[in-house]
């Protein structure tokens, strides 16, 4: 079974703060995406990417950037945490973009 | 803006009974309707899939019914049990260039079911 690694499951962190969420698969997967959940909002994409050094905005991207430095690792970064921030991250991985698999998601709380 | 509507936002059902959640949608580019299931502290996990070339597609108890010209689809459970106490996330894709067919999520529905 593919398997997507998130780094942390609970993380705590200042305005203001650089935050950097990790993401790993272990299946040699080309697409990797980034989603913010939120109650009543449903999953909304933050970012992805399609290669190694490839990204694309979502609809969400503001506040955010990803690096794609290998292809197994897809990283979220915060520039400066807000507390508009404050939410569940979860990382999903894909073959051609069907068949997403979700990481157990970062539940990120910035105070 | 959502682009995949879904409802209701919470559901209750006593075990036994059908739960059923619906979508709609208005991108007629969509081709690909699937469902997630999460469960509390989990990530989503694919439960069943339908393509528009179907009106119905059936495992086990989770059936999804599909109406193209309303641009609806939905998912029903029969006899729903406790274990089924779940996020649903119904979703929808089209062709993205770069990366194959991207997911939209609807809003998803908090079921719970009651012994």
């Known amino acids: 079974d593919v398997k997507v690694t998130q780094s942390s499951r609970y993380l705590v962190k200042r305005t203001g703060e650089k935050v950097f969420l990790e993401c790993v698969q272990d299946?040699?997967?080309?697409?990797m995406f980034w989603y913010r959940q939120d109650p009543g909002l449903g999953l909304r994409l933050i970012y992805f990417s399609y290669d190694v050094k490839m990204k694309e905005k979502g609809d969400i991207p503001e506040g955010y950037s990803v690096s794609r430095e290998k292809k197994e690792r897809f990283s979220l970064i915060l520039e400066s945490a807000s507390t508009n921030q404050t939410s569940m991250y979860l990382c999903?991985?894909?073959?051609?973009?069907?068949?997403?698999?979700f990481g157990s998601g970062t539940r990120l709380t910035v105070v | 803006q959502q682009q995949v509507k879904q409802s209701p936002q919470s559901l209750i059902v006593q075990k036994g009974g059908i739960s059923i959640i619906n979508c709609a949608y208005e991108n007629t580019a969509f081709d690909y309707f699937p469902w997630y299931q999460q469960f509390p502290g989990k990530g989503p996990a694919l439960l069943i899939a339908?393509?528009?070339?179907?009106s119905e597609k059936k495992e086990g108890r989770f059936t999804i019914s599909f109406n193209k010209s309303a641009k609806q689809f939905s998912l029903h459970i029969m006899d729903s049990q406790p274990g089924d106490s779940a996020t649903y996330f119904c979703?929808?894709?089209?062709?993205?260039?770069?990366?194959?067919?991207?997911?939209?999520f609807g809003g998803g529905t908090r079921l719970m079911v009651k012994p």
């Open positions: 339908i393509r528009p070339d179907v």
């Open positions: 979703a929808a894709s089209a062709k993205n260039n770069n990366a194959g067919n991207m997911l939209t």
């Open positions: 299946m040699d997967h080309e697409n």
């Open positions: 999903a991985s894909s073959l051609q973009g069907l068949g997403y698999t």
